[in-house]
């Protein structure tokens, strides 16, 4: 790593919010030839529904996504799956399962096509050890991820299950590129109601019952497997009182 990127990432970290997403670094990086030299590959494309690790395989990759959804689930005592989170933009998978030299502990599969970077286990280990920018980067990731956590907490005890919805959606909305949903204008997610009902904690029962709120039907079709928002930057930008 040359000097000059070392200081300007040590710049970057300094100048982060808590709530910031584990980009800029990263930008960085995969815009040098540093990153093929510390053993990431180049951008690779999945379509929906590609398993990029199974549930209990040995950890032996850290994948970042660029862009899209990869869907964290295991399977419960049951033999039924179990939605665990929804990882976005800028996220590491698997980083600590390999620090831990463990199993993955969940299965990741891409729930919207996706651009990822992978590395071995190995290599990021090798490049963690040597390189305090990226431990710096993989502490402060580690702690929003234990952040996330306790906003999920508060967010289950204070927010309505309609109010989840609304926040739940909006923020994948802005993880995507807003010049492309104004193309589009619509956002499809290949989610089950079953699925988004385990995600904001809910009955499926209930969840159909909050999807006949007139103000949500103008924006949200749910089928069967598909949840369909037309006119995603709308729908951002709406106030729950606006009609």
């Known amino acids: 790593m040359t000097v000059h990127r070392e200081r300007r990432i040590s710049e970057i970290s300094a100048g982060l919010k808590p709530g910031d997403p584990?980009?800029?670094?990263?930008?960085l990086l995969f815009s040098t030839s540093d990153a093929e030299r510390y053993g990431w590959s180049p951008l690779h494309t999945y379509p929906?529904?590609?398993?990029?690790?199974?549930?209990?395989?040995?950890?032996?990759?850290?994948?970042?996504?660029?862009?899209?959804?990869?869907?964290?689930s295991c399977i419960g005592p049951g033999g039924e799956e179990v939605i665990i989170s929804l990882r976005r933009r800028n996220w590491l998978l698997g980083a600590t399962q390999v620090i831990v030299d463990k199993a993955y502990l969940?299965?990741?599969?891409t729930l919207t096509p996706c651009s990822l970077r992978c590395i071995s286990a190995r290599s990021f280990m090798a490049q963690l050890t040597s390189d305090s920018a990226l431990s710096m980067e993989l502490n402060r990731v580690l702690s929003l991820e234990v952040r996330r956590n306790v906003e999920k907490i508060i967010t289950l005890e204070c927010m309505s299950a309609t109010e989840r919805l609304r926040?739940?959606?909006?923020?994948?909305?802005?993880?995507?590129?807003?010049?492309?949903?104004?193309?589009?204008?619509?956002?499809?997610?290949p989610l089950a109601i079953s699925d988004l009902a385990e995600i904001l904690a809910v009955t499926p029962q209930h969840l159909y019952r909050i999807l006949k709120d007139p103000e949500l039907r103008v924006h949200l079709k749910q089928s069967k497997k598909i949840l369909s928002i037309d006119d995603p930057l709308t729908f951002l930008h709406k106030q729950p009182s606006e009609g």
Request: hydrophobic share 35%.
């Open 167 to 189: 926040s739940f959606l909006c923020e994948l909305i802005s993880y995507e590129d807003m010049d492309d949903l104004q193309k589009k204008g619509r956002l499809e997610l």
């Open 22 to 27: 584990a980009t800029d670094y990263f930008q």
């Open 48 to 72: 929906s529904g590609v398993e990029l690790y199974r549930q209990n395989d040995p950890a032996s990759h850290i994948y970042f996504i660029e862009r899209g959804i990869v869907k964290i």
């Open 106 to 109: 969940a299965t990741a599969t």
